[in-house]
């Protein structure tokens, strides 16, 4: 998908040099040449055929068109002063303190879910509103003993801390690697790992709670069969869950 978003630009900015081209086209080629060529009542008939063509077209082609990829690439960030920004320039970055801790609550969940469900994850997307695992196994999974458990671990309040090994290190663990598809970043001779004292340990380079204490109260809102050999498993802080009723 990285290729679709310059796609958006380039008909975005096409269609707007053919519409300017064309209003210049009837400007400067055509209206000279009718007031030239043709005697008056014909050239105000030409005229307006051509008018009425070129609004038909504006409305039905250019306006869509125009209206469509340009909120389309202002809704992706594409547009705006940020678009013009180069490598090298400087920039302040502010960090959203409270969609950051959700991402860190949500996000050390996941991984007390990977302690509680023995099976590889083969998918994994996590928001500031839900986190989702996608377990291969063709195993039945419960939502409401995974909610327990994961419970459990953050009233156990294990310590959570992140250490580097090295790449020998995580070659000669490779079980450390709980994704099927996502390897650890290598190249710079060293792994992030994650450790929650007694529960995990897994490469990871994401954004965590410094206790699962501090997690809250995360459960599962819902457990889907996605294929034969995938059960994705939601999870939710409590709050939103209840009030979704
Ligand atoms: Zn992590």
Redesign the pocket.
């Known amino acids: 998908m990285t290729d679709f978003w310059p796609l958006v630009v380039f008909a975005h900015v096409l269609g707007a040099i053919i519409w300017v081209g064309g209003q210049l086209t009837v400007t400067a080629v055509l209206l000279p040449e009718a007031h030239r060529l043709l005697p008056p009542g014909e050239r105000a008939s030409l005229l307006r055929a051509v008018g009425r063509r070129f609004a038909v077209l504006t409305f039905a082609l250019f306006v869509p068109l125009q209206l469509v990829t340009g909120v389309a690439l202002a809704a992706h960030g594409s547009l705006g002063w940020s678009a013009l920004l180069r490598p090298g320039d400087e920039l302040t970055a502010r960090i959203d303190a409270a969609r950051r801790r959700a991402h860190m609550r949500l996000?050390?969940a996941?991984?007390l879910l990977c302690a509680l469900v023995p099976h590889p994850v083969d998918g994994c997307s996590i928001t500031a509103a839900h986190a989702r695992l996608d377990f291969h196994t063709a195993e039945p999974l419960d939502k409401a003993a995974l909610s327990a458990g994961i419970a459990r671990l953050v009233a156990e309040a294990h310590p959570v801390r992140h250490r580097w090994i090295s790449e020998a290190e995580l070659d000669a663990n490779p079980q450390l690697v709980r994704s099927m598809s996502v390897q650890p970043p290598r190249g710079q001779g060293r792994v992030r790992v994650?450790e929650i004292e007694g529960v995990d340990l897994q490469p990871?380079?994401?954004t965590?709670v410094a206790n699962t204490a501090e997690i809250g109260t995360v459960v599962v809102t819902k457990v889907e069969k996605k294929s034969a050999m995938t059960r994705r498993v939601i999870l939710g802080f409590a709050e939103a869950a209840a009030g979704r009723g």
């Open positions: 996000h050390t996941t991984h994650l990871c380079g994401g965590h």
